[in-house]
Structure formats: structure tokens, C-alpha cells
Antibody, heavy 119, light 111 residues
Framework: EVQLVESGGGLVQPGGSLRLSCAAS????????MHWVRQAPGRGLVWVSR????????IYADSVKGRFTISRDNAKNTLYLQMNSLRAEDTAVYYC????????????WGQGILVTVSS | QSALTQPASVSGSPGQSITISCTGT?????????VSWYQQHPGKGPKLMIY???KRPSGVSNRFSGSKSGNTASLTISGLQAEDEADYYC???????????FGGGTKLTAL
């Protein structure tokens, strides 16, 4: 059974940092592109970032470029999102998402983790 | 404002068919056969319903179908059931500077 379990969320002050983790199981993690997608409270889905299978290629939405870093540890079957210089508008549920076909569609989603940026 | 335009809400009676539109541009929906659709029930993570415009993942009911014409993609749900009541989001690959765009979401109400 495919499982994606996010952790590391919580309350952080504006300008602060947080690192999200996503533990993957039930599939060959090292063969799958992975993404982060977020959803602000009561709002729609917004794509954040993607990493390729070996971590050598990453892309970001303009809204997080230069502040967020996506990475992965295939030995630990874990995806990360390092979030720096956080802003109130980064408040959202963050989903770890699998892109098995490397085709920018998301075939499995984690349950999501809430990040709240507030003083 | 979302990059892809969806109606905020649609409704239908059980057994009816409904269609949700998703309008983009020639830089996203119109240029790539990479439109996907997601269903999200309250408090849950999204679920893939349609990929590559019209393909259904294993386990998704054949009551769900997708299509595309020009810059507009559509999701049709036939034989509407109470359990279909949810939010639906379209998504498309875009150009190499934007990468991925979502629609604003459509709330489906089964009357």
C-alpha cells in the first residue's frame, strides 16, 4: 500500500524557517518524481515544487523561489521541503505528492500537514 | 486569481450528468495533453480522477470522463451519486517558466 506521511509542520513566526518531511512507503521511491502542493485555508490547490528521481533537477513556483528548497534522500525514502523567510501567505496545508509517470499529474497524495505563519 | 478558470459551483440531481469546465490558454491547456482532474472531500487529501485529459486511473468509476477542446478541458460525471459531492480541481502542465497550474476549484452539490 502506497503511503506518504508528512511531518514537521506547526506554528512559526514571519521570517522564520521550517523543514517538512515526507516518509514514503509501498513503492519504489527512488523511481518517482515527487512534488509539494499547498492549500491555504478555504482556498484552492497551488503547486509549489518538483524534484526528479535522483534529486539533480528541481523546479519551483515563482512565489517560493529563492526561499524554499526541495530535496530527497532515496536511502531513507524521504522527501523534504526546507522553508525559509516564511510569510503569512505561506500559511497552508502542505501535501507531499507522487508523480509516478513523470508527467506532471499527481497519482497519490499524503494527508497533508498544516504550516501556520503568524506572530 | 487562479491560472485556470473553473465555475465556482455546479449542482445536479442524483442520476443526472454534470460537466465542469476548465479554461486555460494556449500556454497550458491548449498546448499540452497533460490535464488532470482531482476530487477532494472535506478534510481529505485530493484524489486523482482523470489524467492526460481523458484517462482514468485504476479504481476510478467509468462515470467520470474527461475531454478537451482548444484551451478548455472538461470533466463529466454521469449518473450523479451523493458520494460525488466534493470539490473538483483541474490541473495542467504549463510552459517551462510556470510549470504547473491549477484551477480555482468547483464545488459539486448533489441535490
Amino acid at each position: 500500500e502506497v503511503q506518504l506521511v508528512e511531518s514537521g509542520g506547526g506554528l512559526v513566526q514571519p521570517g522564520g524557517s521550517l523543514r517538512l518531511s515526507c516518509a514514503a512507503s509501498g513503492f519504489t521511491f527512488s523511481r518517482s518524481w515527487m512534488h509539494w502542493v499547498r492549500q491555504a485555508p478555504g482556498r484552492g490547490l497551488v503547486w509549489v515544487s518538483r524534484i526528479n528521481t535522483d534529486g539533480t533537477n528541481t523546479i519551483y513556483a515563482d512565489s517560493v523561489k529563492g526561499r524554499f528548497t526541495i530535496s530527497r534522500d532515496n536511502a531513507k525514502n524521504t522527501l523534504y521541503l526546507q522553508m525559509n523567510s516564511l510569510r503569512a501567505e505561506d500559511t497552508a496545508v502542505y501535501y507531499c505528492v507522487r508523480d509516478w509517470a513523470s508527467s506532471y499529474y499527481f497519482d497519490f497524495w499524503g494527508q497533508g500537514i498544516l504550516v501556520t505563519v503568524s506572530s | 486569481q487562479s491560472a485556470l478558470t473553473q465555475p465556482a459551483s455546479v449542482s445536479g440531481s442524483p442520476g443526472q450528468s454534470i460537466t465542469i469546465s476548465c479554461t486555460g490558454t494556449s500556454s497550458d491547456v491548449g498546448s499540452y495533453n497533460l490535464v488532470s482532474w482531482y476530487q477532494q472531500h472535506p478534510g481529505k487529501g485530493p484524489k486523482l480522477m482523470i489524467y492526460e485529459g481523458s484517462k482514468r486511473p485504476s479504481g476510478v468509476s467509468n462515470r467520470f470522463s474527461g475531454s478537451k477542446s482548444g484551451n478548455t478541458a472538461s470533466l463529466t460525471i454521469s449518473g450523479l451519486q451523493a458520494e460525488d459531492e466534493a470539490d473538483y480541481y483541474c490541473c495542467s502542465y504549463a510552459d517551462s517558466s510556470t510549470f504547473v497550474v491549477f484551477g480555482g476549484g468547483t464545488k459539486l452539490t448533489a441535490l
